[in-house]
């Protein structure tokens, strides 16, 4: 179903802009993108029988089978008696516990058992099964934010974790702190049949993608789409329309993405964000992100209304 508003919003420059939001399910996307399986249930504490699964971590980088990646079981991990910094219970998904492991900071891949590897969880996309992944990446995140979170940020002093809370407080001063998630909007923006797609400074060779951004305090995300096109690309924009959303643990993102519409200005790519930003038809089209991605999924959804 999709839900319709009208709301008017002014953006610097006194220009009225007028934003059309529609919540449209992203499970609707006609490409698949990684997001956590329906049924999983998150959880706090779990009790680990033999077949619950393990998501190992050296630093961000995923532990796996050579031979056969998937869900890493947890009675292995016992087995090959590996020091751990940390566990999170993560929840249960067809019955099976998820924990979250990070190794001893000071381990290296290179001690692992002969048999393992670890990789970043990029490595892993379309290799393990999406399911697993995507629980992973919820786990990665968990671990990341125990991690820098062991000290109070206001006072200094050791936090610990809250009885059936996901935070960790302060005893000293009480602050609070739960698992961080960074918003981000990304936008694809259309002028007729063209795609406006950009090549961040940081991407893999030839690869181009829909324009991203963090908000800022005390934005809404529309007006971080706006601000952001203007400032990445000196593009106005119009027309929002909600595509969908996705967790990005990279370290800790949710991307919520739109579609938009040009209203004007002249493409000026900021060299302090982008390598390049182009207007490409669906005949001319660069490298694209990966299909697991919100990107890939946005993109791929336009293109099929466009053809
Ligand atoms: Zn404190």
């Known amino acids: 179903m999709i839900r319709s508003g009208r709301p008017r919003i002014t953006a610097a420059g006194a220009t009225r802009y007028h934003v059309e939001i529609r919540f449209q399910p992203a499970h609707t996307a006609p490409t698949a993108m990684l997001r956590t399986p329906p049924g999983f249930d998150p959880s706090l504490t779990l009790s680990l029988d033999d077949d619950a699964i393990a998501h190992v971590f050296v630093g961000d980088a995923l532990v796996q089978f050579n031979d056969s990646p998937g869900g890493l079981p947890w009675r292995f991990y016992k087995g090959e008696g590996l020091s751990a910094a940390r566990h999170h219970a993560v929840g249960i998904h067809e019955g099976r516990a998820h924990v979250a492991v990070a190794l ?18 990029r490595n892993w996309f379309g290799v393990i099964d999406d399911a697993t992944l995507s629980i992973a990446m919820r786990a990665v995140q968990l671990l990341e934010w125990d991690r820098t979170h062991r000290f109070c940020g206001a006072c200094g002093t050791p936090t610990s974790h809250m009885q059936g809370e996901r935070a960790r407080k302060c005893p000293s001063c009480g602050l609070t702190v739960y698992p961080r998630i960074s918003p981000a909007m990304m936008v694809l923006v259309t002028r007729g049949r063209e795609l406006l797609l950009g090549r961040g400074i940081n991407f893999p060779a030839g690869r181009y ?20 096109v203007r400032e990445e690309v000196g593009v106005e924009v119009d027309n929002l329309r909600y595509f969908g959303s996705q967790s ?9 993405a739109f579609r938009a519409e040009y209203a004007g200005g002249e493409l000026r790519p900021d060299p302090a964000e982008l390598a390049d930003a182009q207007w490409f038809t669906p005949e001319s089209l660069p490298q694209l992100p990966p299909r697991m991605s919100i990107a890939r999924a946005l993109i791929d959804a336009t293109l099929a209304e466009l053809r």
């Open 209 to 228: 993608s829909a324009l991203a951004g963090f908000l800022e305090a005390g934005e809404t995300i529309e007006d971080a789409v706006i601000r952001e």
């Open 248 to 256: 990005w643990p990279f370290p800790n993102s949710l991307m919520i």
């Open 104 to 121: 001893d900071d000071a381990f290296h891949p290179r001690m692992l058992p002969s048999g393992l590897r670890a990789a970043n969880l």
